[in-house]
């Protein structure tokens, strides 16, 4: 039977209960409390070693991971691309053997291919966090997102929520979709046909071509962004044809209700996705997303570690 | 908090001795605190209720600018994964800068003394205070740790198989009491 | 877009309904506002006192929908010396047509906005057909970046296609084709594998007595196939444009009754003619797709007539005579038709080779099906968009008068049977013989 209040690893949000996601959630709000405080530190974390373990590279999210672990009072390693073995032909695996040396308590991990994360937590004896592994899952982020909008909105169950831009290839996506279904709220997707991945319509959620139908009446409409390396990849004509169909302007805000949530995973692509005048909008969370995001994280570690600790017994 | 299997072995107090016990505190922090300001800070849960009690009682023998803050202790405490139960972290509220302030740190039971050493931690998070005392409503004993109260409501014996509660209506319950329950194993 | 106000009617006329199936029936039309107010059996009531009504008489002529043609060359912008968008809407309103899609290939290519307003705006200048642009897939056609298909949706067009060229990589295609599906478009595609077309003619007997570089049926047979299969995969509707042969016809009746959502044309050169028409080395009758074998046209016969085939094309593509007064192989390609086709297909009726609610279905009611266009049939409440058809007339076509600028056409010479008289477009005359 599942402890909604620790959890093994997080490698996705698929198949996570309603009272382990509401559980991580709830976790957060007494975290974000700490990011407020003048010493931003409590110590559950002391002594625990948590690796990031970034084989593609992400600034900001690997610095969130950072400053959570460390509000946490854990000692933090970093391993990226660059400075890796990797790049010398060294597998994944034994990569992550060698790491164990160093005797990690918890790995938070982002890698190119779907499944890394439960590559590793299968093979190697620490908790894994999946900080996003190809276009597979990025629960943190969804978790942040949910975050951000029972904060805002007070709840999740029955909220209408757009997700709008490159679905096909968003681990945000993905993971938002299994998480909001999970806590009962309505989702609507559009975008491109070139796309949306193949039966997505399998998943209880409404798909609509055009971005008006999606947001009309939404509580929440989030933006994915449109990767500039996609461009070449005969997906759609042009920045310029994307941003007039289905880029986010206030005139097509309009249609949601009047305090709709405007959010963005970043970094935006200002003029394409989203104009800067939505962006900057008092209706945007954007910001907050990212303070929301250290808050989740700790909770996420806090829960990883925790399973640990009771493992050792 | 709160056990199931659980008899109720003796009632130490009743609603009367609570009200008693609280407004006896109240007079003794009076006493031995030489200005009128003070800060009271309640312990999550069960200090919280009894730190609000304890807040109008105080108004009354004159304190006149009490600061009020809650602290949850949930990621100070020493057993913090290894407990049986795995409590929720609820909220700490404490906005306003500890230093140089008279802090009265407060809880319903004193009991290992484990509770108060992890506040003892987090309370150095938030500043540097001129003076803390700790003001519980229960000394039930049997402490693990260097630590001792100094303003206790009542003071009482009790075995390791036992468990102390405070009981207020505001926690919802039927009426104040403080009840001694004997655990089944 | 001017209509008549004025109370019309249209007495004694043979009545071809495609709404009601059957025979044509005598009776009378009435129309107004360029809208049908009422349709009746018979002799047709006299008009009652102080009522202002005009009657057309129509003694001898049938009456149907008027005709809607899917894909035709008016060579505007770019060519303007062959035809324009003005000369070709005269020749497509004497054809008895009242609509007409535009290919994208002229100069430039209809790929933005921009072009696609122009048109429209040529088209209503012309004011004889509603012109329907056909958008280009790729920029300068050339199957690398995707054009603004959204952007000419939103501008009006309803169509898109990459005219006569193949989209060469086949993974590209399939991105256009859904993203056009966000749009609510129909795509149309032309059918023939480069790397197999060796030449302009059919890969048979004639080719081989005649010495004339040829392409084989497979070369359309191929493109048939991985279109069928890209209209599955993305659900997009798709129009086959301009099938020639017998193995496409059998993919597509597969296709269909697999419930896959694809529509077909067929020109009226591969109707009427086959490869002998190449026989004397005619650049009149150097057309694309080539005229094949007969068992091909047949096969096109029975599969128009069994609905395999929805509709029929002009293919209308004028030259100037210096373009076909050369050697086979050097000659441009195409001919001018879209004045023609009623009077084509209205000959192999008589010949016994297609029936006549064949004709008016595959001109004038399937076609306003595939573009979700009102009327193409004769009832109150329907737009006046009809034409006036003299069945049993019979005239000699002479390419140097056609109405069409453009001069070239296979049946230069030949008797043709039938033909309108008098085309209307919500309610206005647009033409009369």
Known sequence: ?313 | MGETNKIEKRVIMDARAVELAVSDLAGRIRATSDEDQVCLIGIQTGGVYVAQRLHKAMETVGFKDITFGRLDITLYRDDIFTALQQPVVRSTDIRFDLTGKNVILVDDVLYTGRTIRAALDALVDFGRPRRVRLAVLVDRGLREYPIQADFAGRTVNTDANETVQVELVEMGFERDRVVVYERQS | MMVTVMRTRIVNCQIFDPATGGDAFPGWVEFENGVITAVGKGQAPAPSAGAEITDIDGQGFTLAPSFVDMYANFCEPGYEYRETVASGSRAAASGGYTAVCLRPDTDPIIQRSDVVRFLLERGVFANMVDIFPIGALSMNMEGQTMAEIGEMAAAGARLVGEGNTFVKRTGFLRRCMEYAGNFGLVVMLTNEDPSLAEGPCHEGFMSTSRGLKCTPVQAEEIAVARHIALAELTGTPTHLVKISSAAGVRLIRDARARGINITASVSIHNLALNEDANAGYDAMTKVWPPLRAEEDRRALLAALEDGTIDIVVSDHDPHVIEGKEVEFDLATVGASSIELTFGVLNTLVERGELKFATVIRALATAPRKIMHLDGGVISAGMPADLVLLDRKAVRKVCGAELVSQGVNTPFDGTDLAGCPVMTFRRGRITFAA
Do not use: W
């Open chain 1, 1 to 313: 039977m599942e402890n909604p209040n620790t959890l093994n690893h997080l490698l996705a949000l698929e198949g996570l209960s309603k009272e382990t996601v509401t559980s991580i959630l709830d976790h957060a709000v007494g975290f974000k409390e700490v990011s407020k405080r003048r010493i931003k530190k409590v110590p559950p974390l002391r002594g625990v070693t948590v690796v990031l373990f970034f084989i593609e590279n992400s600034t900001r999210t690997r610095i969130s991971f950072e400053v959570a672990a460390k509000r946490l009072s854990a000692d933090t390693l970093n391993f990226s691309a660059s400075t890796s073995s990797l790049s010398k032909g060294e597998t994944l695996l034994d990569t992550a053997k060698n790491l164990m040396a160093m005797q990690p308590d918890i790995i938070v991990m982002r890698h190119f291919a779907p499944g890394a994360a439960k590559f590793l937590s299968e093979r190697i004896p620490a908790g894994i966090v999946n900080a996003g592994d190809g276009p597979h899952a990025h629960p943190t982020q969804a978790l942040l997102d949910m975050y951000t909008m029972r904060e805002r909105k007070g709840r999740l169950e029955g909220l209408e929520v757009a997700i709008v831009g490159d679905i096909a290839h968003s681990r945000v996506a993905r993971s938002n979709i299994h998480g909001l279904l999970t806590m009962g709220a309505k989702v609507r997707l559009a975008g491109p046909r070139t796309m949306l991945p193949t039966m997505i319509d399998r998943f209880p959620v409404s798909v609509h071509d055009r971005i008006e139908p999606a947001i009309e009446g939404a509580d929440v409409v989030m933006m994915l962004r449109i990767q500039k390396e996609r461009m070449g990849k005969d997906l759609f004509p042009s920045d310029r044809e994307y941003a007039r169909v289905f880029g986010l302007d206030s005139q097509k805000l309009k249609l949601a209700k009047p305090d709709c949530l405007v959010m963005h995973p970043g970094p935006m692509n200002r003029g394409v996705e989203i104009t800067p005048e939505v962006a900057d909008s008092t209706q945007s969370v954007i910001l907050e997303q990212v303070e929301n995001g250290v808050a989740v994280r700790m909770a996420v570690l806090f829960m990883v570690a925790r399973h640990l600790g009771v493992s050792e017994e």
